[in-house]
């Protein structure tokens, strides 16, 4: 019988936290600004006056995409710092231990580093009122840790001044005649990109597809840019896990590049963005985030950098298709993905000639 009593004491003890974890995660009235609800202290998020969010996203792109935040709130000034989802997580984690608390916000392109970010405890539980307009599995679970704020998709580029229409690659089963070897392009293992691509055509076409893309010698880079840069300039004849930001890009500057959507699909990928638990600036990073996902923040992300919008209600990026058009492929389950890490560094270091 106390036995009982004192499990139902504990219950409802319980009970309590997760309801004032979710009443401390959320508000019942968010104030309404233009074009987004926060439920951010706006008052003393611009006396706070400051924002940092660590990111992946190229440097050009995430200038423009915080000054479109500045300009809405002119007293909050912003800073990014810019690394590859790898270097990124693994400065973080360094910092943390040593007890240093320097972003607001994380953007990471990759999910597994996301999932273990939130289990280590450092996102900060918050449940952005604009939250509602983003499908369940664009959350993380619970809902109020991460979730997606852009998605990535990629196939298949070359340049049309080195291979004809006729000759270039129309599947990633293309992707493997030897006259490619040498000229093709993909990116380096700590890229969150690349992991799903390497997950979703193992899949599909099974292990020996990389062994047998191996033989073709391919160059790993670090961002898009690089691998535009040279296939513009003749370096490289292919890019593999070719962003279609990143084409949409070069065709408005006029450069030699074409674009392959492959009949198996697009390969896709979530960009996730969460709030640091021991933020500095609390109430901005809050006022960021409401702001991000609402249809301003999420339009001017899409203007800056060409990715697709999770929202139904946000065009998609300029000159681009819309994400609806698009068969899309990514890990069916997420958790199965996020198990293959290991193996997958230790192929794609070898592959690409790291280890």
Known sequence: MRLRSWLAALAGVLLLTRTAAAADASCPNPRQMDGFKTCANVEKAEQEGEFLIYSTDPEGAQQKLLAAFHAAFPKIKTGFLRLQAGALYAKLLAERQGQIFSPDMVQISDVSFASDFQRRGGYMHYISPELAAYKPEYKSKP????????????????????????????????????????????????????????HVLRELHGPVYWEKFAELKPRAFDSYVQQFDRLVSGQDKVVMTAQYSGYLIMKAKGAPVEFVIPPEGLVATPQPYGLVKEAPHPEAARLFMDWFLGVPGQTAAVSALYYHSPRSDVPPPPGGEPITKFKLLFPADWAVFQATHAAYVREWNKLTGLK
């Open 143 to 198: 809902e109020g840790y991460w979730n997606w704020g852009a998605v990535v998709v990629a196939g298949i580029a070359y340049n049309p001044g080195l291979v004809t229409a006729a000759e270039a690659p129309k599947t990633y089963l293309d992707l493997l005649n030897p006259k490619w070897a040498n000229d093709i392009s993909v990116k380096v293992t700590i890229s969150g990109l690349q992991h799903v691509t390497w």
